[in-house]
Structures are given as structure tokens and as C-alpha cells.
């Protein structure tokens, strides 16, 4: 167990709807990443927070937005979801703003249909 | 072109042996490089993480190299055992200020009785 929590497990929801995933980092940590996994693809790098504020951006769609609250969790929202949205979710914590030592969660499985 | 090649892009072995999993990368500067282990449906567990100045970490029967003058790292694993079936991502950073970091597609390790 890496102490970073996310919920929820499993999400099935329909084209062009919006859905919230939520990830509490590890106690101590003030960064949290947020990665994409579609089916045997590797891991995408979306955006990172450090501190509440944004402190990287990788692939992020524009449909795609995330904040990082004053208790340091995070949400990801995803909205207009089309079919090709589907995919692994994973949030990572480290305690600095840099990723040298990182703690994924176990990952929100996303099924649009 | 990927900035991280990693190879093979699987492998299968018997239980018991060794083997060597390869990544070259082209990220420049170079901060770290680290390797992870991700068992199917879950999150990446960190093995390793390297520095410029290090050219060798071990974790168990992991054991990493790194030579930054030739951009390339190794990762063997010795006496291989069935629980190390899994995907192995290597990940590069660069030294810039928004830490931009490199995913390798990862190699897919069968380890077989």
C-alpha cells in the first residue's frame, strides 16, 4: 500500500458526460500527478499540482481540467468523454515538487460507453 | 520519436533465471532515471532511481545501471520468480524547471514455472 488513496475504483459512464475522479496523496506530500493509461499503452503524463498550484502540464485535453484543494487532495475532471477516454487513471504523490521519488495509487478504472 | 526506447517490448521466461531489460533515451539534460515494476490493473511501484553521478542500484534481486555518456540503463533481474511477471517502465527526467519527465512503453515480463 502506497498511502496515496484514489476513488473511485471502477467508473462507468456514457459519451459526453462529465465524471470526477478523487486522489488523496500520501500524509506529507505536497504533490500530486495525474497520469492516463488507455489499454496496453503506457503511462501519459497529464498535469502535476504542488502545493495547490499547477506546477507542470503534459498531454491534458482541454476537455480534461484538475484543481488541488488546501488539504492537498486532488480532482480530475473529465468532461465531454468520448469512447477513447477510457482508461487507467493513476494519481502520484512525492513530497517535494519534484518527481525523484513518487507513490502511485492504485488507479480509477474509466469505462465510457 | 519517443525520447525513451525501451526493449525488448516483452519477454518470457522461465522461473529461476536471469534477465536484462534495456532503455535508451535521448532526454537531455539529464536529471534522473528511474525504473518502476507495474503488475497488470495496478499502480507502478518504484525500483530504482538514479542520478547523473550513480551508475548502479540494486533493490533485492533488482539491479540497475546507468551510463550517462552513452544514454542507456539496464535492469537485471535475478533468479527470476513468478511475482515478477509484470510491466516495467523506465522513466527519464529532465533537468528543467517543470520537470519534464519521459515514459518508456515499458517491457511486458512473463516469467513461467
Known amino acids: 500500500d502506497s498511502g496515496v488513496t484514489q476513488t473511485p475504483k471502477h467508473l462507468i459512464t456514457a459519451t459526453g458526460q462529465r465524471v470526477t475522479l478523487r486522489c488523496s496523496p500520501r500524509?506529507?506530500?505536497?504533490?500530486v500527478y495525474w497520469y492516463q493509461q488507455s489499454l496496453d499503452q503506457g503511462l501519459q503524463f497529464l498535469i502535476q499540482?504542488?502545493?495547490?498550484?499547477?506546477?507542470a502540464k503534459g498531454n491534458i485535453l482541454e476537455r480534461f481540467s484538475a484543481q488541488q484543494f488546501p488539504d492537498l487532495h486532488s480532482e480530475l475532471n473529465l468532461s465531454s468523454l468520448e469512447l477513447g477516454d477510457s482508461a487507467l487513471y493513476f494519481c502520484?504523490?512525492?513530497?517535494?515538487?519534484?518527481?525523484?521519488?513518487?507513490?502511485f495509487g492504485p488507479g480509477t478504472r474509466l469505462t465510457v460507453t | 520519436k519517443n525520447q525513451v526506447e525501451q526493449s525488448p517490448q516483452s519477454l518470457i521466461i522461465l522461473e529461476g533465471k536471469n534477465c536484462t531489460l534495456q532503455?535508451?533515451?535521448?532526454?537531455?539534460?539529464?536529471?534522473?532515471l528511474r525504473w518502476y515494476k507495474q503488475d497488470t490493473g495496478r499502480g507502478p511501484v518504484s525500483l530504482t532511481i538514479?542520478?547523473?553521478?550513480?551508475n548502479t542500484k540494486s533493490n533485492g534481486r533488482y539491479t540497475a545501471t546507468l551510463d550517462a555518456d552513452t544514454k542507456q540503463s539496464s535492469l537485471h533481474i535475478t533468479a527470476s520468480q513468478l511475482s515478477d511477471s509484470a510491466s516495467y517502465i523506465c522513466?527519464?527526467?529532465?533537468?528543467?524547471?517543470?520537470?519534464?519527465?519521459?515514459f518508456g512503453a515499458g517491457t511486458r515480463l512473463t516469467v513461467k514455472p
Open positions: 502520484a504523490s512525492s513530497i517535494s515538487g519534484t518527481p525523484y521519488e513518487q507513490y
Open positions: 500524509s506529507g506530500d505536497l504533490s
Open positions: 499540482y504542488y502545493n495547490g498550484e499547477e506546477r
Open positions: 532503455c535508451n533515451y535521448t532526454v537531455s539534460p539529464f536529471s534522473n
Open positions: 538514479m542520478t547523473f553521478s550513480e
Open positions: 522513466v527519464v527526467s529532465a533537468s528543467f524547471g517543470n520537470n519534464d519527465m519521459r
